[in-house]
């Protein structure tokens, strides 16, 4: 017996009477951002890996367990070399001359699988002499590897970069829906490809903090568009990098006595990126994180002023919120307000959806000097929450019966003819009895049915039911537009 592939872990199919479901929430998510002046965007699903070490951090969990690299087959393009200020030319002819790669293409060539022996490695140096550039030709992977995306942000950061839009406006808004990617242990509401329907606007004139509000505003306008109403939205400010430093040093003092107590993750984030810990899922280091005395003490007038403002501009859109001083978010690029919205319904992975304001990651990116703020929801996690049953799947307007072979090949011939009319029909490509088709058609929800058999043929004519009502009509098989207009107006 031949082998059978199931799904990957952590993916799923997304079926014919599922899809109805994630059409409706992408129709309703695309209406509001529109209304709100988001523009969509669509970027690749895999970029540069460096891109996400720099923008999500090199500490994130994102970064250290859960990035799905693309895989080094081998292959090496010339562009891999230049990328990373190699002479590519150069680097080929050598390889080529002494055997280490053989030639694919004149762009392309195959490293020779014996290149990491300790003889073979000691003849290259003397060749490339340079242990650095050594390193590059042998692992080009690790210097221009490709990565899925884990999250949106960067990936619309980076469009924004490198198609210059801070000269084309002063404040861009886009939105995206799409799937994500992270190689994480899959649980419900945790997959390894997600989706997420996020928005970002950058530039110039983004450092408002009415416009924290309005991003703010949008992603719970989105879930109570959708059906939902009993989840919460938790708020807090990091302030600016230096309240952020200020921060991470209060808490590296407090938690010092206690960190030995400090699951092995959270041990690591101590030293490497404090915050994190206040991030955690064990409920040991939950036990430790409250009873911390956490308020605004670490922030500056100036970013305690911001905050206030955007609390006020939340208040006056009547958005209701918990300020929630313990919330510090996964990414390193939050500065100034972060937010989540959670659903207690979904239990232990209750996040809906999350964002925040990013100061500096523009320019960290190589960009100009200016600010943004974003949001992301995750799809199946909404999907999760909204209330069963409320979405109707899409019905065909007619389903055509055919009673024999003569009358199919005029029912074949309707069936195209409406469907240019913008009718959506379907048929049986088998011929059976009425009572069977009858069936189908009601199977395939068809709110109206076309009987063409002998009789109609010899009369050039078509029965028309209203599948509902039971009923008939009978039109001129030739006359398209009334027969359209009996299917959808009565």
Same mark, same amino acid.
């Not at 060749?127 to 490709?146: A, G, N, R």
């Not at 308020?295 to 209701?320: I, N, P, Q, T, W």
């Given at each position: 017996?031949?082998?059978?592939?199931?799904?990957?872990?952590?993916?799923?199919?997304?079926?014919?009477?599922?899809?109805?479901?994630?059409?409706?929430?992408?129709?309703?998510?695309?209406?509001?951002?529109?209304?709100?002046?988001?523009?969509?965007? %669509?970027?690749?699903? +895999?970029?540069?890996?460096?891109?996400?070490?720099?923008?999500?951090?090199?500490?994130?969990?994102?970064?250290?367990?859960?990035?799905?690299?693309?895989?080094?087959?081998?292959?090496?393009?010339?562009?891999?070399?230049?990328?990373?200020?190699?002479?590519?030319?150069?680097?080929?002819?050598?390889?080529?001359?002494?055997?280490?790669?053989?030639?694919?293409?004149?762009?392309?060539?195959?490293?020779?699988?014996?290149?990491?022996?300790?003889?073979?490695?000691?003849?290259?140096?003397?060749?490339?002499?340079?242990?650095?550039?050594?390193?590059?030709?042998?692992?080009?992977?690790?210097?221009?590897?490709?990565?899925?995306?884990?999250?949106?942000?960067?990936?619309?950061?980076?469009?924004?970069?490198?198609?210059?839009?801070? %000269?084309?406006?002063?404040?861009?808004?886009?939105?995206?829906?799409?799937?994500?990617?992270?190689?994480?242990?899959?649980?419900?509401?945790?997959? %390894?490809?997600? *989706?997420?329907?996020? !928005?970002?606007?950058?530039?110039?004139?983004?450092?408002?903090?009415?416009?924290? !509000?309005?991003?703010?505003?949008?992603?719970?306008?989105?879930? =109570?568009?959708?059906?939902?109403?009993?989840?919460?939205?938790?708020?807090?400010?990091?302030? @600016? /990098?230096?309240?952020?430093?200020?921060?991470?040093?209060?808490?590296?003092? $407090?938690?010092?006595?206690?960190?030995?107590?400090?699951?092995?993750?959270?041990?690591?984030?101590?030293?490497?990126?404090?915050?994190?810990?206040?991030?955690?899922?064990?409920?040991?280091?939950?036990?430790?994180?409250?009873?911390?005395?956490? *308020?605004?003490? *670490?922030?500056?007038?100036?970013?305690?002023?911001?905050?206030? /403002?955007?609390?006020?501009?939340? @208040?006056?859109?009547?958005?209701?919120?918990?300020?929630?001083?313990?919330?510090? #978010?996964?990414?390193?690029?939050?500065?100034?307000?972060?937010?989540?919205?959670?659903?207690?319904?979904?239990?232990?992975?209750?996040?809906?959806?999350?964002?925040? #304001?990013?100061?500096?990651?523009?320019?960290?990116? &190589?960009?100009?000097?200016?600010?943004?703020?974003?949001?992301?929801? &995750?799809?199946?996690?909404?999907?999760?929450?909204?209330?069963?049953?409320?979405? /109707?799947?899409?019905?065909?307007?007619? +389903?055509?019966?055919?009673?024999?072979?003569?009358? +199919?090949? =005029?029912?074949?011939?309707?069936?195209?003819?409406?469907?240019?009319?913008?009718?959506? &029909?379907?048929?049986?490509?088998?011929?059976?009895?009425?009572?069977?088709?009858?069936?189908?058609?009601?199977? =395939?929800?068809?709110? *109206?049915?076309?009987?063409?058999?002998?009789?109609?043929?010899? =009369?050039?004519?078509?029965?028309?039911?209203?599948? $509902?009502? &039971?009923?008939?009509?009978?039109?001129?098989?030739?006359?398209?537009?009334?027969?359209?207009?009996?299917?959808?107006?009565?």
């Amino acid at each position: 017996m031949n082998k059978k592939f199931n799904v990957p872990r952590g993916t799923s199919d997304i079926l014919p009477k599922e899809v109805f479901t994630w059409e409706y929430v992408e129709k309703e998510a695309r209406q509001l951002l529109r209304n709100y002046g988001y523009n969509e965007i %669509r970027t690749p699903i +895999f970029e540069k890996s460096e891109l996400f070490v720099r923008s999500v951090g090199q500490t994130s969990d994102i970064v250290q367990k859960q990035m799905l690299n693309l895989s080094f087959q081998g292959f090496v393009e010339k562009y891999q070399f230049d990328e990373i200020g190699l002479d590519s030319g150069d680097v080929f002819k050598k390889l080529i001359e002494n055997g280490w790669a053989e030639k694919i293409s004149p762009t392309q060539i195959r490293l020779k699988s014996y290149l990491f022996e300790g003889k073979v490695i000691g003849e290259m140096k003397k060749v490339f002499e340079d242990d650095e550039v050594l390193d590059k030709i042998l692992f080009p992977q690790y210097y221009t590897s490709l990565s899925l995306r884990p999250e949106g942000t960067a990936s619309i950061v980076r469009a924004y970069i490198q198609n210059n839009f801070d %000269r084309l406006e002063r404040l861009s808004k886009f939105f995206y829906i799409g799937p994500m990617f992270r190689g994480e242990r899959p649980q419900k509401g945790r997959l %390894r490809q997600f *989706h997420q329907i996020g !928005a970002e606007a950058i530039g110039p004139e983004s450092c408002s903090p009415y416009l924290d !509000a309005e991003i703010i505003a949008l992603s719970v306008a989105i879930l =109570k568009a959708l059906g939902l109403s009993d989840f919460n939205l938790k708020l807090n400010s990091l302030g @600016d /990098e230096e309240d952020k430093e200020n921060f991470s040093k209060y808490l590296k003092k $407090e938690l010092k006595p206690v960190s030995g107590n400090f699951c092995s993750n959270c041990q690591r984030r101590y030293r490497l990126n404090v915050l994190r810990v206040l991030d955690c899922n064990n409920k040991d280091c939950q036990a430790i994180v409250d009873g911390l005395d956490i *308020h605004d003490a *670490h922030l500056s007038d100036k970013s305690r002023e911001y905050f206030k /403002e955007v609390c006020g501009a939340l @208040d006056r859109l009547k958005v209701s919120y918990e300020i929630f001083p313990k919330l510090v #978010r996964g990414l390193d690029y939050y500065t100034h307000t972060v937010f989540e919205i959670s659903a207690p319904s979904l239990g232990s992975q209750d996040a809906l959806g999350a964002g925040g #304001r990013y100061s500096n990651l523009v320019s960290q990116l &190589g960009g100009p000097d200016v600010d943004a703020v974003g949001f992301a929801l &995750g799809i199946e996690r909404i999907l999760l929450a909204m209330p069963k049953g409320d979405v /109707e799947a899409g019905k065909l307007n007619v +389903f055509i019966i055919a009673l024999d072979e003569k009358s +199919f090949l =005029k029912a074949f011939a309707l069936l195209h003819q409406l469907r240019d009319a913008d009718v959506s &029909g379907d048929m049986s490509y088998r011929i059976s009895s009425m009572k069977s088709q009858m069936r189908l058609a009601n199977k =395939k929800g068809a709110g *109206h049915v076309i009987i063409l058999g002998e009789a109609e043929m010899q =009369k050039g004519e078509v029965t028309i039911k209203n599948m $509902e009502s &039971g009923d008939q009509a009978v039109e001129s098989i030739n006359n398209i537009k009334t027969i359209k207009n009996i299917i959808l107006n009565q």
